[in-house]
Nanobody, 125 residues
Framework: QVQLMESGGGSVQAGGSLRLSCAAS??????????LGWFRQAPEKEREGVAV???????TYADSVKGRFTISQDNAKKSLWLQMNNLKPEDTAMYYC?????????????????WGQGTQVTVSS
């Protein structure tokens, strides 16, 4: 099954930047049938989608991160990144790398059946 390993989290001040990375492996089918993305969960809040890349390469972002975050992946979908700029305290959360088989490309939690362990991002004011 698909295995995902995140890295790159940490603590920064508001306005700073971080780059999250995710290593993906174990695709059971051709990698081009999987979508990759990032979700996050803040304390006492539900998980929410941050950004995903659809099968056709199109990207979808949460309104709260548009213009500040950029998602990207390599051609073989072995690596996924999330460049986060102008970070805000409300971005503080555990960030998860996710993979889904033939997803819609939208920020729909149930479409992503594979989750990494998460990496913590903390933004101080």
């Amino acid at each position: 099954q698909v295995q995902l390993m995140e890295s790159g989290g940490g603590s920064v001040q508001a306005g700073g930047s971080l780059r999250l990375s995710c290593a993906a492996s174990g695709y059971m089918y051709s990698y081009d049938r999987y979508c990759l993305g990032w979700f996050r969960q803040a304390p006492e809040k539900e998980r929410e989608g941050v950004a995903v890349i659809a099968l056709d390469g199109g990207t979808t972002y949460a309104d709260s991160v548009k213009g500040r975050f950029t998602i990207s992946q390599d051609n073989a979908k072995k690596s996924l990144w999330l460049q986060m700029n102008n970070l805000k305290p409300e971005d503080t959360a555990m960030y998860y790398c996710v993979a889904g088989f033939i997803c819609s490309g939208q920020l729909i939690t149930i479409e992503f059946g594979y989750w990494g362990q998460g990496t913590q991002v903390t933004v101080s004011s």
